[in-house]
């Protein structure tokens, strides 16, 4: 038995079983990056890339599990805390990491490394959780308040990271229009990165042969 190979095609199987894994609408967590890997997900092609690299996502699903765990313990009854809802609009859906009904606040936790705190947050995940919160309040919920935080996988607990302020309408007007733009797009845009650094190795869509696919240069 070659141990590596068994560890990785377990844990590979395991994130594609995940919820999260199957979801074929999009959700919040994708708008206001690639549009043309926006568009696949809407327009539901097939995924001709199965060889992505998994890693740091089944890292980071860990971290998101061990939170919730922990979280459930400290709010055993749940009279405050929500955690890892899901919420749907007529024009998309999203996981939502967290919601403190006392404090009407929607985090969204994520794993980076420390050199990636140098461009926490990006304004892509400024719309997101502003999403949440959208999504939030359109499913009943109070909502005033949104927060990032930012969990460096290679790091300490005094670098984590938090990012919070007022919930932004603008910012979901934009994330939403964006959406709205792909959506009406009759074919795919062209990729918005670098097939070598970013496609081959992170998007289920890319296809080089151009046959079903995305084409990246």
């Given amino acids: ?5 068994v560890l990785k095609s377990a844990l590979v199987q395991a994130d594609n079983a995940r919820a999260r894994s199957e979801q074929v609408e999009i959700g919040a967590s994708s708008i206001g990056g690639c549009r043309a890997q926006a568009w696949h997900i809407i327009n539901q092609t097939p995924k001709t890339n199965e060889r992505t690299e998994k890693l740091a996502a089944i890292f980071g699903t860990a971290i998101h599990s061990a939170i919730q765990e922990a979280l459930l313990s400290f709010d055993v009854f749940g009279d405050d805390f929500l955690l890892e809802g899901e919420f749907k609009t007529a024009e998309l ?25 140098q461009k926490f947050p990006t304004r892509q995940q400024k719309i997101q959780v502003n999403l949440y919160g959208y999504l939030l309040r359109s499913n009943g919920y109070d909502v005033e308040r949104v927060a990032l935080v930012a969990i460096p996988r290679d790091g300490k607990m005094s670098d984590i990271v938090k990012w919070e ?3 932004d309408q603008s910012l979901v007007d934009e994330g939403l229009q964006w959406l709205a733009e792909v959506k009406a797009m009759p074919s795919p845009p062209p990729p918005e990165r670098p097939a070598r650094i970013f ?3 992170y998007c289920s869509y890319y296809d080089p042969t151009g046959e079903k696919g995305c084409v990246a240069k």
């Fill in 199 to 201: 496609c081959a190795s």
């Fill in 1 to 5: 038995m070659e141990i590596v190979e």
């Fill in 165 to 167: 302020s007022d919930y």
């Fill in 93 to 117: 859906k999203g996981h939502c990491d967290f919601y403190s009904r006392e404090n009407r606040l929607v985090a969204d936790w994520k794993t980076t490394t420390l050199k990636g705190l």
